[in-house]
Structures are given as C-alpha cells and as structure tokens.
C-alpha cells in the first residue's frame, strides 16, 4: 500500500487557479482505504470545487490510479473525460504519473505521498519499506529496520529504547525489540549474531 495524505483543500484550489473544466479521477484501493480518494472523497471534492467556483465535469473511480491501462479505458469509464482541461488525481504519485502518461491535458494531485506500508486487520501501518533496492528483510525476521528504525540501524539496537518503546519517538515501538521477538518466536535467534555491512544504495 503507498500512503499518502491529502493537501490542504486551499493549496489544491491554488494548483487549479488557472484551470476549469476539470475531471476528477480517484483511486479504489489504497488511496480509498486511507480515506484520501475513494468515492465519498471524491464526491466531497466535486461539491468543494463548484462551490469555490470551478466546474467539475465528471469524476471516474477506477480500480487502481497506478494500473489505467489507456486513453480509451477512461473514456469508456466516463466520456465527459474527452472534455476536460485539467485532470485532478486522487492517488498517490505513482496513480497521478499513470495518468499524466495517457491524457494530453495538465494533471494535478490532491495527495503527497509519504511511504510504503500497509493494512492489516483494518489498520493501517506507515514507513514499512524504504525502498532501497537492497532488500534483506529476511534477515529481520519480516521488519525492515531501514524503514522502520529512525537511525535506519542495520546492527540494533541502539540501547536507547526504554520500555520498547523508540527514543526518538516514544510512541513508537522499538523494531529492534519487534525483530527479537519475531526471531525467537520462529527459532532464529542466530540471525542476531550476523554484523550487516552498510547497504549499497547504487542499485
């Protein structure tokens, strides 16, 4: 799941102070779930914009922003799309890339995206990948401590965790102590004693 969260109603009305005629597309997985481009998100959009004034020509909600195959997928999804001068994409950035890739009109996004995470029995989990390219998770135990620890800590702990908690921040729980954890509970304690090279970032 990308997480991202949605700008300030204000800054999207500032992106658009030269646009009109413009149609919406959502995105019904992750951007949904994080409440920032599913249908009700999209429809409360559409009712903000025309009362400030813009006029919104549609809107379409297609499974995923990321995964718009065509021109003509859209279309088929809602023909109005043909008369758009600017497209406003309630996705994360990769969903807004996509379709920057098959419109030949501007593309604006109403969401900054943060991180690489996930959902798991209705909650939502932030910052679980970073994305380096150098993946050795398994060696965690399933937790990325580059992403999950702030000191980005391939040898942990830092020994200044208190209660399993994170001293940088004390909401948090120490991954470090989550990596024992799941460790010892699959009979991997071994893994522990191996001293990680620094990554290579190149690839």
């Given at each position: 799941m990308i997480i991202s969260s949605a700008k300030p109603f204000e800054e999207i009305l500032e992106l658009l102070r030269n646009e009109d005629d413009i149609f919406i597309i959502g995105c019904n997985v992750c951007a949904a779930?994080?409440?920032v481009g599913g249908e009700p998100e999209v429809l409360e959009m559409c009712e903000r914009l025309e009362n400030a004034g813009k006029n919104v020509i549609g809107w379409v909600l297609p499974t995923a922003a990321c995964s718009i195959s065509s021109w003509e997928h859209l279309v088929e999804k809602n023909e109005t799309i043909k008369d758009a001068r600017a497209i406003l994409v309630m996705a994360c950035g990769s969903g807004t890339s996509v379709v920057a890739k098959v419109v030949d009109v501007p593309?604006?996004?109403t969401n900054d995206t943060t991180s690489l995470g996930g959902s798991y029995k209705g909650e939502?989990?932030?910052q679980l990948c970073e994305m380096c390219g150098n993946c050795t998770i398994?060696?965690?135990?399933?937790l990325c401590p580059t992403a999950q620890c702030p000191k980005n800590l391939l040898n942990g702990p830092c020994g200044g965790s208190m209660?399993?908690?994170?001293e940088v921040d004390c909401e948090?729980?120490?991954v470090w102590e989550l990596i024992y954890e799941r460790l010892k509970k699959i009979n991997r304690l071994d893994l522990l004693e191996k001293v990680h090279e620094p990554k290579n970032h190149s690839k």
């Open positions: 779930k994080l409440h593309v604006y996004s939502v989990y932030h398994e060696e965690f135990g399933g209660n399993g908690k994170c948090k729980d120490c």
